[in-house]
């Protein structure tokens, strides 16, 4: 047996507040017509008890559900709530909006009326502030007391309940595993300003603003839910925070402008599959809803920034992009790939292609050195260069002129000590990850010096 308060919470229901002017007993009389035609219920207003209409029909329904419950208990024979919770819903919405349930109670014929326009997004839910088992009886209830538009409101407004519960409670799970995995237990504040020599050694966590940490907070939650690997959302992170850090990317350079030693112009861009995948959240209809900032997408989704710091997953962006968009509700649950995170190195998550063509050319040098060691070229012993036996170093027997000046150049090969004997463009050349070819590109310069400091 349930046992439900069908009274309580009704106050401050329009139904429930519907009162006797005397406390004799109900008047009620029964129509019948010819034939099958239902009964018609005639309740006098007159003579209502100090129950109101709502908490005697609730009152009806528990013991009908108690009733029912008994019967099937396990609801194997039917499912009260499928007819008005599957697409047999949509299916006969025109009939159920045409519904009018039998009765002369003009309360009655309003709250259908009203549900129906509920239904139709017309008006607001006309069983709001009951509780969720009220609730839960009205949209059982098969007996007809209660319209289909009716029974469809109130499961509804528990569905909605639900939701707040659970976004409540997730709020609280999602922030706790945001600060304990990006801020290692305690959320400093949001970090002023941008990248320059004080800050540079700073997380780019910090930069996250509030409005990135309550989203990221989400996306932990439900990837939590999903059963998908947490990194995958600490990369995402990352990739948004250095994005801030970095003046929404303003302070970062493309890295698509650099030339091999040869010359060559090599420019870089994603792996096949994740230039689909870019192509399909830039060109897509969720970009324009989702919460995830646009201009953040377009950066780090633009093979002049993303292929050199693609790190993350291109397909999990595309994942919450979709889910933190308008239609999120309809989105598909998160696959087995993402169950477990993999580090892939840069080199390995990108494409690299040199140009055959030669576009840039490099005056001839007049000193080389390798490991240290001194050779002076044809053009330096013309220039007048000659080797101080002293030092074993080279010096110049005479002053140079200016134009010997301007054009003098130093190419430092295979040194030993690669912070002193490095010029300032292999230092931009190269990243964390060295690849075989030597490349000069003027991108990421003050990323780069970071990296050299550290």
Do not use: C
């Not at 129950?51 to 099937?72: E, K, N, T």
């Not at 009951?130 to 469809?152: C, H, K, W």
């Not at 050199?308 to 933190?324: P, T």
């Amino acid at each position: 047996m349930v046992n439900i308060n069908v009274d309580r919470s009704l106050t401050s229901n329009r139904l429930g507040s519907t009162v006797a002017r005397d406390s004799t007993p109900a008047s009620v009389s029964s129509v019948q017509d010819n034939g099958d035609a239902p009964t018609v219920v005639k309740v006098e207003a007159d003579s209502v008890s100090t129950l109101s209409i709502l908490a005697r029909q609730l009152s009806d329904a528990a013991s009908r559900d108690a009733r029912l419950r008994q019967v099937d208990p396990g609801h194997n024979l039917s499912n009260p709530l499928d007819a008005i919770s599957d697409e047999r819903y949509f299916t006969d919405k025109t009939q159920h909006d045409a519904e009018v349930p039998d009765t002369y109670v003009l309360a009655l014929l309003e709250r259908a009326k009203r549900a129906t326009a509920f239904a139709n997004g017309f008006a607001s839910n006309p069983f709001k502030g009951l509780t969720v088992d009220q609730l839960t009886l009205i949209a059982r209830d098969e007996s007809g007391v209660f319209t289909v538009n009716e029974r469809r409101a109130a499961w509804q407004e528990v569905r909605l309940n639900e939701q707040r519960v659970s976004a409540a409670s997730g709020s609280v799970i999602g922030r706790e595993l945001m600060i304990s995995r990006l801020f290692l237990g305690h959320e400093p504040a949001v970090a002023e300003g941008t990248l320059t020599l004080s800050n540079m050694a700073q997380s780019n966590y910090d930069f996250l603003t509030r409005d990135d940490r309550s989203l990221l907070s989400e996306m932990y939650v439900y990837a939590q839910e999903q059963g998908a690997d947490l990194a995958y959302v600490d990369m995402l992170a990352y990739d948004l925070g250095n994005y801030r850090h970095h003046d929404n990317g303003r302070q970062l350079l493309s890295g698509n402008n650099g030339y091999n030693q040869e010359g060559r112009r090599v420019t870089f861009n994603f792996k096949e599959h994740d230039v689909a995948t870019a192509s399909r959240i830039l060109n897509g209809s969720a970009i324009d809803s989702t919460r995830l900032e646009q201009s953040f997408l377009r950066h780090v989704l633009n093979p002049d920034f993303g292929a050199l710091s693609n790190m993350g997953s291109i397909a999990f962006l595309e994942q919450m992009v979709l889910k933190f968009s308008t239609g999120g509700t309809t989105q598909a649950s998160l696959g087995r790939e993402f169950a477990t995170y993999t580090p892939i190195s840069v080199n390995d998550n990108r494409v690299v292609t040199v140009a055959e063509e030669v576009t840039l050319t490099f005056d001839e040098p007049v000193l080389i050195n390798t490991d240290g060691i001194w050779t002076i070229t044809k053009k330096g012993k013309a220039a007048g260069y000659m080797m101080d036996p002293a030092t074993g170093k080279p010096r110049r027997a005479v002053a140079p002129s200016v134009e010997d000046r301007q054009s003098r150049s130093v190419i430092v090969e295979a040194a030993t000590d690669p912070l002193k004997t490095r010029s300032l463009v292999d230092t931009l050349a190269d990243s964390i990850d060295r690849p075989t070819a030597r490349w000069r590109w003027p991108g990421h310069l003050l990323k780069l010096m970071k990296n050299q400091k550290t």
